[in-house]
């Protein structure tokens, strides 16, 4: 693992000032992993905010981990603090990775997916475009919507055309299912946060980066009632993986 005391550079060969982080949803997940990152390969400080922190309590406790000054923890929930905005104010980059994203709760919790995906993450984009604050959001694979030939019989011979089966980011057509289809609540209300912040970045000048992951599993993830067996397997792979390398690491584990 690299340590945060080697300097960094980018790809200009210039050497990488340490800077301040506003990570959103750091309890979840992905941030949990990649506040561990952070910590333990840069040198870069983390503002973690979440409702719940059981994930990164090993980051957090006791103070005399090598990184104890570099982050702390903020329990807010972005819906309804007036503390956002001054957190964001006072970090270089904000990263939001907050969401309601469990496939089962598309179908079942709608109207919150809707919230949190789209409503909640409002106020982010606005203090981060409103203070010229980086927007790292995180975004889905979903976006991309199914592909036509997904559409055709399944004996069409275009099935077997590329042109029908591969999915080109900036030109394929984006085909969701209709609206009483509860399951593309989740994308649409991702596709339209995307939208958001690109017309605030076209109109307002906001930077930003989209991160659309397909499916990341690993240690840490919450029970996914479908993906149960395919979870245990890997984590056995996990297992052995953390076994045979002390390289393993969330980059390492994702799969498309
Ligand atoms: N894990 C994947 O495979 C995957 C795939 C595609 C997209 N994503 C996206 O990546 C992001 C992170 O995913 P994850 O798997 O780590 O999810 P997660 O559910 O583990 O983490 C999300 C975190 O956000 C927090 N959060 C939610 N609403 C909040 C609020 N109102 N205020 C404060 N905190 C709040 C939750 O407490 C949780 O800790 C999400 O935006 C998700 O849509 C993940």
Redesign the pocket.
């Known amino acids: 693992m690299a340590s945060s005391t080697t300097a960094r550079v980018d790809l200009d060969g210039n050497t990488i000032k340490p800077i301040t982080i506003c990570m959103?949803?750091?309890?979840?997940?992905?941030?949990?992993?990649l506040c561990e990152k952070l910590l333990t390969e840069t040198p870069h400080s983390v503002l973690a905010?979440?409702?719940?922190n059981d994930?990164i309590k090993h980051l957090l406790e006791p103070d005399s981990l090598p990184w104890a000054g570099r982050i702390q923890f903020h329990r807010?929930?972005?819906?309804n603090?007036s503390r956002l905005e001054g957190l964001i104010k006072c970090s270089d980059l904000t990263i939001?990775?907050?969401?309601?994203?469990?496939p089962a709760d598309y179908n079942t919790r709608p109207l919150d997916t809707i919230y949190?995906?789209f409503i909640?993450a409002l106020p982010v984009v606005k203090y981060c475009s409103e203070n010229n604050k980086r927007l790292i959001?995180?975004?889905?694979?979903?976006v991309y919507g199914k592909t036509i030939g997904s559409y055709l019989p399944k004996d069409s011979p275009l099935r077997q055309d590329p042109a029908y089966y591969i999915l080109k980011e900036d030109t394929s057509p984006c085909i969701f299912g209709s609206v009483e289809k509860q399951r593309w609540s989740?994308a649409c209300a991702?596709q339209l946060i995307e939208r958001l912040i690109y017309a605030e970045g076209a109109e307002n000048g906001l930077e930003f980066t989209i991160?659309?992951?397909?499916?990341?599993?690993g240690p840490?993830?919450?029970f996914i009632p479908g993906l149960m067996v395919q979870v245990r397997v890997f984590q056995g792979f996990w297992h052995a993986l953390a076994i045979t390398s002390s390289e393993g690491s969330l980059s390492s584990l994702?799969m498309g």
């Open positions: 959103i949803g750091a309890g979840g997940f992905i941030g949990s992993h905010v979440d409702v719940y994930k807010l929930n972005i819906k603090d939001n990775l907050a969401a309601i994203c469990t949190s995906n909640d959001h995180f975004s889905t694979c979903e989740y991702k991160v659309r992951p397909f499916n990341w599993i840490r993830m919450d994702w």
